[in-house]
């Protein structure tokens, strides 16, 4: 899969109501996808994190057969400690 490097198309505006859609650039960029906005803006109503991520899942495994996977790390942690956190054995 080739990488492709996408930016945001929309930008967060409170006064225009618009919410940016760094999700879209960055899921695109991630899947390689060549035209972002192929990609759905899950944001594009102004909804909450929870629906936006219910969104994501159901366009990720709807159309890639993917489900994503989060996990949360302390921001204390230096880039060192990251890597030695998800690093796996036999990588």
Do not use: W
């Not at 940016?20 to 909804?47: E, K, N, W, Y």
């Not at 949360?72 to 990251?82: G, N």
């Amino acid at each position: 899969m080739k990488l492709e490097y996408h930016s945001c198309r929309v930008k967060t505006d409170p006064e225009a109501g618009t919410v940016g859609d760094c999700m879209r650039a960055v899921i695109a960029s991630m899947l390689g996808v060549q035209d972002p906005l192929t990609v759905p803006h899950f944001l594009h109503d102004g909804c909450d994190g929870e629906t936006a991520f219910k969104r994501m899942r159901e366009y990720l495994f709807n159309e890639h057969g993917l489900i994503p996977f989060n996990i949360a790390i302390d921001p204390e942690l230096t880039l060192r400690e990251v890597l030695e956190f998800v690093h796996a054995d036999g990588m």
